[in-house]
């Protein structure tokens, strides 16, 4: 009994000798926490100096060195960007595009993996490498080809010019797809013993497990459809259907005009709070849905 002991004891001291020991570097939480206090300043810096620069007047705006301070003209510089920019109808427009691209995304994708992955048919992964080889066919690629069928449909200046033709994602179906293989069969099999249909299994089964990542999604694709500049200048000429970032380039002025830049980064401000909003509210359910994502 003694001898197996000390065998037991001499292969512990032996592993406890074998496994490699982290060296620790004296000020290593220090210089960790100084790059990460970087990076922020350097990513962070940009959005202060424009809130700055949005609170100023044109006087302090134009000074040398630059001021870096907000000044006391935040209220009357937010107010006019507001009124000169036509900011209440942009941010609707641009907040029902987003919202709707991102929904149609991520259903269409919830459809088209949950076909993939559980109906067999000929041509399966055909379908689906023909989904994924889209990735190489982004929107400035299939433009006057998408544009020309929009027209023909008579949906130019329209919401469903905005949002249809941006609905479908390959990616978004990869994501889903590789997500669904990870359930497992025995879920599929007791469902459908228990006389469940496909759309119940999807709707009632899938769905609640997809939340983290449709969460996750829903964020990315909002700020990819509020970011939408290209295709909305296109096949909008009214000025009612304008979008936000359109009305960026609405306040800065073209030829001799001098740019009060004060306005333009008032009206910068006004553009990036419904994604921060976004963001933080789901901040959330998007960290878990990228670690399952990732998982």
């Given amino acids: 009994m003694s001898a197996v002991n000390a065998g037991r004891l001499e292969r512990v001291q032996v592993r406890a000798h074998a496994a490699p020991r982290g060296r620790r570097f004296p000020g290593g939480p220090l210089l960790v926490h100084a790059l990460l206090i970087a990076s922020i300043a350097v990513v962070a810096f940009p959005l202060y100096f424009a809130f700055a620069v949005s609170t100023q007047n044109i006087q302090q705006v134009v000074q040398r060195p630059p001021r870096l301070l907000p000044s006391s003209h935040m209220f009357e510089n937010y107010a006019e960007a507001w009124r000169k920019s036509n900011m209440g109808t942009m941010l609707v427009n641009s ?62 200046n329209s919401y469903q010019g905005l949002t249809v033709p941006l609905m479908a994602s390959a990616t978004a179906t990869f994501l889903f797809r590789q997500f669904y293989l990870t359930i497992p069969n025995e879920l599929a099999e007791a469902a459908q013993l228990d006389g469940a249909g496909p759309l119940r ?95």
Wanted: charged residues 10%.
């Fill in 201 to 295: 299994f999807l709707f009632r089964f899938l769905l609640p497990l997809s939340w983290a990542n449709i969460a996750a999604l829903f964020v990315v694709l909002f700020i990819f459809g509020w970011n939408q500049y290209l295709w909305p200048l296109l096949v909008t000429t009214d000025e009612t259907m304008s979008t936000v970032v359109m009305g960026i380039k609405r306040v800065v002025p073209t030829g001799d005009a001098a740019a009060e830049w004060n306005l333009v980064m008032a009206t910068v401000v006004l553009a990036m709070l419904p994604p921060i909003a976004i963001v933080v509210l789901m901040q959330r359910w998007f960290i878990k849905g990228l670690i399952e994502t990732e998982k």
């Fill in 95 to 156: 907040a029902l595009m987003a919202v709707t691209v991102a929904a149609g995304k991520i259903l269409i994708s919830m459809l088209s993996a949950f076909a993939i992955v559980y109906f067999s048919f000929r041509g399966r992964m055909l379908c689906f490498w023909m989904i994924f080889v889209t990735l190489m066919l982004p929107v400035p690629v299939r433009l006057m080809s998408t544009y020309e069928v929009v027209g023909t449909l008579g949906w130019l």
